[in-house]
């Protein structure tokens, strides 16, 4: 059974600090790693995504990568309110089906 | 441009009854999946369609079953419903394969009561 494990929290942030999500994924065939917010009773949104060992870079956010230890990890920085949010790992399988961890509660204090 | 479009939006439905939710992928996807999310948990995968045949299916029962249309619409449908099939039902779109990541569709809301 393929798994992507992240902590449910809730992790509290104070407003400005860096969020730090992790994620581990048991398939060491995935290729594909993506983080997908989802705001309560919305769908999830993509907001990252990285294919190589490494950092990627999007405004505040950064998604980093290691295929040898089948880690992802997303910072936030400068967190704000509006990151209150479940941030969802998912990762895409040999057979090109993507699935998704229980994700995590992350809540920025004011 | 129109996202992705799920109906109906909210549904309740009866133990034993049948449903089926419909949704249109962005113009041009032609892979449809369906996921299942249960409160505090992730989506769960259901059904995978390209090209209007299964390329993959979750761990659900025979009660669950899809098809994709020419117009690479799709439709999942639910038999026999049990009080456990209360989710939101979401579907996803992409191009082609799952490389660039899915767009979400805002999701149909199925309560079994």
């Known amino acids: 059974q393929k798994e992507v494990e992240q902590n449910s929290g809730p992790l509290s942030v104070p407003e400005g600090a860096i969020a730090s999500l992790n994620c581990t994924y048991s398939?060491?065939?995935?290729?594909?790693f993506f983080w997908y917010r989802q705001y309560s009773g919305k769908s999830p949104e993509l907001i990252m995504f990285i294919y190589s060992n490494g950092d990627k870079e999007d405004g505040r956010f950064t998604a980093q990568l290691n295929k040898a230890s089948q880690y992802v990890s997303l910072l936030i920085r400068d967190s704000q309110p509006s990151d209150s949010a479940t941030y969802l790992c998912a990762v895409t399988l040999r057979d090109d089906k993507i699935i998704f961890g229980k994700g995590t509660r992350l809540h920025i204090l004011p | 441009d129109a996202g992705v479009t799920q109906s109906p939006t909210h549904l309740i439905k009866t133990r034993g009854q049948h449903v089926t939710l419909r949704c249109s992928p962005i113009?041009?996807?032609?892979?449809v999946s369906w996921y299942q999310q249960v409160l505090g948990q992730g989506p769960q995968f259901i059904f995978q369609?390209?090209?209007?045949?299964?390329?993959g299916r979750g761990n659900f029962p025979d009660r669950f079953s899809a098809r994709q249309f020419p117009n690479y619409s799709s439709e999942l449908n639910v038999n026999a419903l049990l009080l456990g099939d209360s989710a939101l039902y979401l579907c996803a779109s992409s191009l082609a394969r799952s490389t660039w990541g899915y767009t979400f569709g805002s999701g149909t809301r199925l309560t079994v009561v």
């Open positions: 369609y390209y090209e209007k045949e299964e390329r």
């Open positions: 113009s041009g996807h032609k892979s």
């Open positions: 398939d060491r065939g995935s290729q594909s």
